[in-house]
Every structure is written in C-alpha cells, then in structure tokens.
C-alpha cells in the first residue's frame, strides 16, 4: 500500500506543467533522432545529458526517459518508409514493414508499429514498476554461461529463417560471423584480421553495418532498376485511425504478449539489447505462426513482433539499472551518467535514499509511453508523405543522411567507408539470392557469443561445467531441439519435392 501511495504522490509530482512540456520535448527529440539513421537513441540521450544538469534530478531523468522512448519507437518510421532502421532495435522491423509499405500499406503499418510500441512499452513499465527487485534477483543468477546459452539459442534462429533453403542462409550467417572476427578480440585484446590497418582495431561498428546493408543496398537496387532516370513514388492507402480493425486488433495480442514477455526478458540482462529482442520475438512469431510464408513479404504479425518485444526492451533494461545499478544496454550506460550528474547512485540504496526519484522515474516512463503513442499518431500522416517524394530526387538525399549518421556515430571517416562497403556486400546478396536477415543476426550475436563463451570458459575452466548450470542446459538443448527439427523439416521437404519431380 506503501508503494501505490508513493506511486500516486509520483504522479502528481510528474503531472507538471514544466515536467510535462519536458517530456514532450525529449520524446519529439528521441523520435527524430531515432528516426534518422545513425543518430541513435543513445546519441539523443548523450547530447541531452549536459541540458540536464540545470534540473531538478527528478525532471532531469524523466526527460532522460522520454528522449529513450522517443528514440526507441522512433526507429520504426524510417524502418518501415526507407528500409532504413533508424536504430539497431528497428532491424527487423524494416523485414514487413517495408514490403507493406510497397505494397501500399505504409499506413497500416505505421498504426501497427505505433499502436504496438506504445503497448509493449506499457507492459514492460507494470513490471518494472512492481516486480522489479524480485526480477533483478533472477538476473543476478545469470553468468557468462547463460549468456551464453541466450545467444547460442538466438544463432540457431539462422536456420529458421533460413528455411526454404538451409544452405544459402547458413553461409550467409557464417559471412556475418566473420566480420565479427575483424579487429580487438574480446578479453584478450589480440588484433585480427586487421591486416595493418588502424582503423579495423576497433572493428565494424553496428549502425554503419546495418545502414549500408539495408539502406546503400537498396537504394544501389533502385538505381539500378530505373528507366529513364526516374521511378514512380508509390501509392499509399487511405485508412481511417491507425488502419486495422479490432477483430486485427484482438489476433495479434497472443503474439504482442509473448514479444513482450521476450523482450521484456532479454532487457533485464545485462548487454543483449533490443536489436536481439526484436530478432528472436520475429523468429518466434514467424514459428509459431499458421502462415509462415507470409513472412518478409509485408506480414503485419512481423512488425507486431518486433515492435512489441524491442519497446518492452525498454521497461526491461531499466531494471538492472535502478535496482542494481547495471546498464541494461548503451542508452541505460548513458542514463548512468545522469545519476551522476545529480550525484545519485543507481542501485538497491537508490529506493531507500531517494524512493521519491525513482516513483517519479515510474510514473514518467507511463506517461512519455502514452505522449509517444499521440505524436506519432499526430504525425503519421506527415511521416507517410515521404513517399510522395520522388525516388530521383529521395534517394540522393537518404544517401547523403546515411553518411552523415555514420560519421555522427564514431566521428570515424571510416564508419562512412563501411557504409558504403555493407552497401555493396547487400547489393551482392541481392543479386546472388543471398538472405540478409541471417547475415545481421549472426553479426549482431558474434561478438556476444565469443565473449559469454571466453568469459564463462574463464570462470568454468572448462566448457563441460557449463552443463552442469540448469538454465544453460535449458536454452542449449531447446537451441539443438530447434535446430534439429527445423533441418528434419527441410529434409522431409526436400523429399517430398524430390517425389512429385
């Protein structure tokens, strides 16, 4: 009783008209820079950090909160208009998103996105608000060895999305893998495949990888595919609110409540993120659906999963950081610097010292989810009008914009040249019938699953006592399960095929 006292007090405090207009501004400053590819989330919240020491430390974090939201959900505009995910969290948006919107349906998709990013924001915000110590208990007891099962597991979705054709996804995701070889090695710091260039020491950045392969790609693709110099813009339907139905509406809550169950998951340990999240909500969804063909080629479920599970991220990765003072990901690692900044310290004395701060935190994070949910929708239909822009004259200037994030990121010439390098690797996957979608996973999982597997070997001595810790074995042997029935299913596949020729 207690809490909800504290809780309500929090919300009165917030409910401000400066506290307010605050976090206006940061969610509408999250939203354009997550929107435009390369000035992430985390970029947004490092550049607001210095604006926030003349606050209070109260209105000082929420607006730290509501430039992460912002940010977060405003990935999925340029993922589904551009092909473009605007941060890491939006990958698989861009995999339906986009072919809906060539399709016609960007408004629809952009309700979709909208409607579920402000829902899996909200779930993840209940259980950061009221189960979040006990949830911080249960992330404490993972080592590098469960880390490791987690993404072990997430590397066997290779092969479901590879299905149709186990061995072109395979060697995609093995390329994907090697260039998470390229530079320092984790634990050790040995140089790799540097081949004496400075400047692969630090290896590929994540955000110029996946603005050259899904935004140089296709707009090499497009180019390539003018006549005439031109291409038509494309027609977009006219729907009236977000663009789906209730009866849509209630077919799509078994799939959001299980994306936002995994994201909400994967936020709490610590280092994973939602570019992962989203990956393995996808995946999930893709495998238990009736209608797995569907997938890739504009399916609604597919952005409800990713959209679902990479904004519950947010709630998620929160946890470790108030109540354990750990950084769920890059952005909360930022928001550990506005603790600082106000001379508090993230951790289980942060609820006794300063209860008052993070209730405010709590109530913030609901309300900024609901100021998200009405200036997207506010502004959907001046989000869709960029696709009335012709492709001669758009296309130009994404490529100037995908340059300039990628600089933006690391201040790197070099992170430009990857750009254009990942373009030209994305046009050839194209070209040669190569899937994308394996290539990322394996590149953002790689360097994750050297380090868990390094660590944990570290700590073990040895990889055999990895099976004696049950959650290892649990993910490990669902991962083999997996991996097994889904090669048995391209066999049966293969034979059946093979009988009717």
């Not at 998951?265 to 393995?280: E, F, H, R, Y």
Request: proline share 4%; charged share 10%.
């Amino acid at each position: 009783m207690e809490a909800l006292a504290m809780l309500g007090n929090a919300y009165v405090s917030v409910c401000t008209p400066a506290s307010l207009a605050m976090m206006v501004a940061g969610v509408a400053i999250g939203i354009v820079f997550g929107s435009i590819p390369g000035l992430s989330a985390s970029m947004a919240v490092a550049l607001m950090l210095p604006l926030t020491f003349s606050m209070t430390p109260s209105m000082g974090l929420n607006t730290l909160v509501a430039v992460y939201i912002g940010g977060i959900s405003g990935g999925l505009i340029s993922a589904i208009l551009l092909n473009m995910p605007g941060t890491a969290s939006s990958i698989a948006t861009t995999f339906d998103g986009y072919p809906m919107a060539q399709n016609g349906e960007a408004m629809k998709a952009l309700g979709l996105g909208i409607v579920f990013s402000f829902l899996g924001s909200v779930f993840s915000f209940i259980i950061l608000t009221f189960c979040a110590p006990s949830l911080a208990d249960i992330a404490l007891k993972f080592t590098p060895a469960e880390n490791f099962g987690i993404c072990f597991f997430a590397l066997t979705m290779v092969a479901i999305l590879s299905s149709g054709n186990m061995l072109r996804g395979i060697l995609a995701g093995m390329l994907g893998l090697m260039f998470t070889l390229i530079g320092m090695a984790p634990i050790d710091g040995t140089a790799r495949f540097t081949f004496g260039n400075s400047s692969l020491m630090a290896g590929f950045d994540t955000l110029p990888t996946l603005i050259g392969i899904f935004a140089i790609s296709d707009i090499l693709i497009t180019a390539e595919s003018m006549k005439g110099g031109k291409v038509e813009t494309l027609a977009v339907k006219k729907v009236k609110g977000f663009g789906f139905s209730w009866q849509e509406f209630v077919h799509h809550l078994p799939n959001f409540v299980r994306s936002s169950l995994i994201g909400t998951g994967i936020g709490i340990l610590p280092g994973i993120g939602g570019s992962t999240s989203g990956m393995l909500a996808y995946v999930t969804a893709r495998n238990m659906s009736k209608y797995p063909e569907r997938f890739g080629k504009g399916c609604p479920d597919g952005i409800v999963a990713t959209e679902s599970a990479n904004n519950a991220t947010i709630g998620g990765a929160m946890i470790p950081l108030l109540v354990l003072g750990i950084p769920g990901d890059g952005v909360t690692a930022m928001m550990l610097g506005g603790f600082l900044i106000h001379g508090l310290s993230a951790g289980p004395l942060l609820f006794v010292k300063n209860a008052d701060v993070v209730y405010g935190i709590f109530a913030a994070c609901m309300i900024c989810a609901f100021i998200m949910l009405i200036v997207e929708w506010t502004c959907i239909k001046g989000f869709v009008q960029v696709l009335k822009v012709p492709k001669h004259i758009l296309l130009p200037l994404i490529l100037v914009l995908c340059c300039v994030g990628a600089y933006a990121t690391n201040n790197r010439i070099f992170d430009v040249q990857s750009v254009l390098v990942f373009g030209v690797i994305g046009y050839l996957y194209h070209k040669f019938s190569l899937p994308t979608t394996p290539f990322v996973l394996c590149f953002l999982i790689g360097e994750m699953l050297e380090t868990y597997l390094r660590r944990g070997i570290m700590q073990y001595k040895s990889f055999g006592a990895f099976f004696e810790r049950p959650i290892f074995d649990a993910f490990f042997f669902i991962a083999i399960g997996v991996l097994v029935w889904t090669m048995y299913k391209e066999y049966r596949a293969y034979l059946k095929k093979k009988k009717a020729a």
